[in-house]
C-alpha cells in the first residue's frame, strides 16, 4: 500500500481540480474564438462608405451594395 500523507492528498486533490477547470476554461475559449470566426468569416466592411456587408460569393473583390465600389477581402474588426 501506497503511503500518503494529508497534505500530498489535499494537495493531488487541488492539483487535479484546477487542472480540470483550466482545461474547460482553455476549451469553452478555443470554442468561443472558432465559432466568432465563423460568423465575421464573410463580413467585410467597405473602405468608401463604411457600409458593413455579407459577402458569400468566394469573389476576390466585393462589390459594395450601397455604393458599389470593388473592396479587398480583409476580416473586419470586431469590438
Ligand atoms: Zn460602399
Known sequence: MIRVSLTVLIFIYLFLFLAAIFGQWLWNDLRRKRRENRAVRHRLRCTICSCEFQDDTGELL??????????????ASTL
Not at 462589390?63 to 480583409?74: K, T
Open 62 to 75: 466585393p462589390r459594395c451594395p450601397r455604393c458599389g465600389s470593388l473592396n479587398e477581402r480583409f476580416r
